[in-house]
RNA sequence: GCGGGAGUGGCGGAACGGCAGACGCGCUGGAUUCAGGUUCCAGUAGGGCGACCUGUGAGGGUUCAAAUCCCUCCUCCCGCACCA
């Protein structure tokens, strides 16, 4: 046989023993204690598998392996993201239909996974655009909509004019579509939306309660943008005399006696009947002009606080007082009431904005609670009340509880909680995404298809050319439009808009515990098993969009009594990036793009596998490199070189050494396995290299020592540990050593401990500083290790008085003579 | 501005109160080779002939002992941002 390494000759082979004998089966309802790991699912776009892929696919592989040899019943599954736009645009250019590109390239896509070791259960394997499976994305649409949390309204949505569709808020990117990058415009439409602002503070409380990356937390915190404060209604007096509700909202409402002028944003309903007459041109003109710049320059922060005079003024209803009222572009209409109250004593806009204006500043809170003369800036900390009416001499929070109960019971406030999130709008104008289980009849509105007659089948004779009115393809399909109404049975018409694609994977995670129910979304026993997810990992990028979505949806189901926990994700790890070698992103346009397919042809699979782990830590960007890729062929190579040597030898006669190799096995046992349980596969890959480092010197020293029974097991402890990292090279190296079964059905190595190192090495130190190293005997005390510093030459020379100096003594790891 | 994270050799990175630079790359020298490649051996933070000294973004502190903990600051990356 072949003593070169050939990873050709084999990997193919043993993969499909591998998916021959079942060995990646997760077992419904096993005995053994369950382990479910999921990567987030690929979207199967024509290019097939990149290395971004294998960042996060083959560490969570290795871990599943891992897992499994723990004897865990381990559910590792994978699907396809398969909706969506790219699917389509490749139709529209190539007249193929995305039915038949999608399920191609998913065909690829598996070639490769698998083609990685990749140890999934394929019999759970599925696509969101099969109908088995869309069918309940619908039946989860209905389930929202009959909870009252599926809603139409017509309103300004942001559009992409490269998609030809609506976008939600949180897949809009600095003002681009996520996935094109064309800037985004406003457009008025009717859509769906998902009322997830109803769950806000369920989405934040439970972020509490699961073990993800902070920044991820922080990232949805910030989104959720939940902030308290109160509800103010000033009185706005127009040029007549008349007298309207002006609300402002703020977290400030201990600076309410403070109030020298109100803003409001330019596009706020009232302003033109709060404008006196000799001011109405210069408003006009201002608001126009604001509109005007409205998406670009008004995202400034840098920009000055511009605003003009009313001519009219409000009345605060704590005071009485009357104050001017302007309009001001940096009061931002979409958020609070649209009307702020200005305090410039105690917010740097207001103050900036006072300044511009000559208002008046009013002091109201001070540090200490004495009165302040003059301000250079706004103080805008916490502080007692001062010049505040029966309020002074309050800290501020306590002055905000009163004021507001105060508000409260004089009936012109209350308290109010504020959220940044906004509704999830979910329709898309695209042809290949899940429908919209909806008919529109004249008489009843919107109706939801009965659950019987779901799935809502895609049409395959369609003209998908996406079109810039706001109508989906599908509306152009008259068969699939025109129906009856399921309740009084009148000419009606389907919705034509599909749901968005983060609609089909909020839940996927669910339908792996049960892939092929067709009588419900999944069987709620198996999902009382398999859920929630032990480990889920996945890229940042979906920090806001998918993660909070799913969030969401379990929380839905949760309510609804589906399943019984409302959190589907236990463990979150961010994966990093692999970055070209010029250290830059990895894109066509660069040409820095590294393809899998390629590696493996020139290196084998493992060679990838153990790369792709060795490169860093998991959650870090790094830098492709040819020479590493190289360094660690080397590894597995050397690897192979040693290892086949013990090819038909058997046990000679025993050596001394074998006392220090069972001793070197024992240790790595230690080692690896808290580097795999901590993710720290950089690391593991590295105490992989000093073990076979040092088989191959012992061996080098005596070529003997293969013929000796610690060297054989040390040999087989490793190929067994290695093996969930580069599964096919080790399994060929364990049926080439004459054992019998798959390694990868073994039990993962634990340690002796019997073997316990006879000397140590004691660091000593003087000072805090390293002046020797001694070998003592284990476990030895501080007289015994200090007798043998005080024959050390390095030591003597430094004429140390024994008797005065202190000792600070670690057993069988360090002394600190402090002199 | 707010929130999150990171600054360690020529490079990727280890160590995360107790030997700074594991492991790998690269580089230097040597062996093998007609030669190139491969493979193997030795060396590789800086300074000094040396014993030693200096070094983990900068400065301070805690400690017998700090890359690691605390404070101040600088730089970079990511997210949010006129959110009242």
Wanted: contains cysteine; proline residues 6%.
């Amino acid at each position: 046989m072949e003593k070169e390494y050939n990873p050709k000759e084999f990997e193919e082979k043993w993969y499909k023993y591998w998916e021959e004998n079942k060995l990646f089966k997760a077992e419904d309802f096993s005995k053994k204690p369950k382990f479910y790991i999921l990567v987030m699912f690929p979207y199967p776009s024509g290019s097939g598998l990149h290395v971004g892929h294998c960042r996060n696919y083959i560490p969570a592989d290795t871990y599943a392996r891992y897992k499994r040899m723990q004897g865990f019943n381990v559910l590792h599954p994978i699907g396809y993201d398969a909706f969506g736009l790219p699917a389509e645009n490749y139709a529209i250019e190539h007249g193929v239909h995305p039915k038949e590109s999608t399920y191609k390239n998913i065909e690829n896509f598996r070639r490769q996974l698998k083609m990685l070791g990749l140890s999934y259960d394929w019999d759970r394997e599925f696509a969101t655009s099969d109908p088995e499976y869309y069918k309940w994305t619908e039946w989860f649409f209905e389930l929202l909509f009959k909870r009252g949390l599926a809603y139409q309204d017509r309103s300004f949505q942001w559009w992409c004019p490269h998609c030809k569709t609506v976008l939600a808020n949180e897949q809009i990117i600095d003002g681009k579509c996520w996935r094109c990058g064309t800037p985004v415009v406003k457009k008025e439409l009717k859509e769906w939306f998902f009322r997830i602002t109803q769950y806000a503070d369920k989405l934040l409380e439970g972020l509490d309660r699961i073990d993800w990356p902070e920044r991820i937390k922080s990232m949805q915190k910030n989104w959720i943008g939940r902030s308290e404060g109160a509800e103010i209604i000033f009185k706005g007096i127009g040029p007549d005399g008349t007298e309207y509700d002006l609300p402002v909202f703020t977290t400030r409402i201990d600076t309410i006696f403070g109030v020298t002028f109100l803003a409001i944003a330019p596009e706020h309903p009232l302003v033109m009947k709060l404008t006196r007459e000799d001011k109405v041109e210069e408003v006009k003109k201002y608001i126009e002009e604001a509109l005007r710049k409205f998406e670009t320059e008004r995202l400034s922060t840098e920009k000055e606080k511009t605003g003009v005079f009313t001519g009219c003024f409000a009345r605060n209803p704590f005071t009485n007082e009357l104050v001017p009222i302007y309009v001001g572009d940096y009061v931002v209409y979409s958020y609070g009431t649209g009307a702020v109250m200005g305090v410039p004593a105690h917010d740097e806009r207001d103050f900036q904005f006072a300044k511009k204006h000559n208002l008046p500043i009013k002091v109201v809170i001070s540090k200490d609670g004495n009165p302040v003369e003059t301000l250079e800036e706004a103080f805008t900390e916490d502080g007692i009340l001062i010049n505040s009416n029966g309020f002074s001499g309050l800290k501020s929070d306590e002055a905000r509880k009163q004021l507001t109960k105060y508000a409260e019971e004089s009936g012109f406030g209350k308290g109010v909680v504020r959220y940044k999130i906004r509704d999830w709008l979910i329709s898309r104008q695209r042809y290949w995404g899940a429908p919209i289980p909806i008919i529109h009849c004249p008489e009843h509105g919107a109706v939801p298809v009965p659950e019987e007659e779901l799935p809502v089948l895609l049409p395959d004779e369609v003209d998908f050319t996406p079109r810039d009115t706001g109508e989906s393809p599908l509306a152009n399909n008259p068969d699939f439009v025109n129906t009856t109404c399921p309740l009084c049975g009148k000419p009606s018409k389907r919705e034509t808009d599909t749901q968005d694609g983060f609609a089909c994977s909020s839940w996927y995670f669910l339908r792996y515990a049960d892939p092929h129910n067709d009588k419900a979304p999944f069987d709620k026993e198996k999902i009382k098993y398999w859920l929630p997810v032990d480990l889920y990992i996945g890229g940042a990028e979906h920090a806001v969009m998918h993660l909070l979505y799913s969030r969401f949806y379990t929380k839905v189901m949760y309510d609804a009594g589906l399943i019984d926990f409302d959190e589907p994700f236990k463990k979150l790890l961010n994966q990093g990036m692999i970055l070209g070698a010029d250290h830059q992103k990895m894109s066509k346009s660069r040409g820095n793009v590294v393809n899998p397919d390629d590696v493996i042809k020139e290196y084998g699979a493992d060679t990838l596998r153990a790369y792709i782990l060795f490169i860093g830590p998991l959650d870090t960007d790094a830098p492709w490199s040819t020479e590493g890729i190289n360094g660690v062929n080397r590894f597995i190579k050397r690897m192979w070189n040693l290892f086949i040597q013990l090819e038909n030898k058997s046990i000679g006669k025993e050596k001394p050494i074998e006392k220090e190799i069972e001793l070197m096995t024992d240790k790595m046992i230690v080692k690896i396995t808290e580097q795999v349980e901590k993710f720290k596969f950089n690391t593991m890959i590295s105490s992989f290299m000093e073990w076979l480092n040092f088989l191959s010197k012992i061996m080098q020293e005596d070529p003997e020592v293969m013929e000796t029974k610690a060297f054989r097991e040390s040999v087989l402890t490793f190929l067994t540990m290695i093996a969930p990292a580069t599964p096919f090279v080790s399994e060929e190296l364990y049926h080439r050593l004459g054992e019998t079964g798959s390694i990868h059905t073994k039990e993962w190595p634990k340690p002796k401990g019997i073997y316990k190192e006879e000397y140590v090495t004691i660091i000593v130190q003087v000072n805090g500083k390293l002046r020797d190293k001694i070998e003592v005997e284990a476990g030895s005390e501080l007289e015994d290790v200090l007798d043998l510093v005080k024959k050390s030459d390095k030591i003597a020379r430094l004429g140390i008085d024994f008797d005065k100096a202190k000792y600070i003594f670690v057993k069988d790891k360090l002394i600190n003579i402090v002199a």
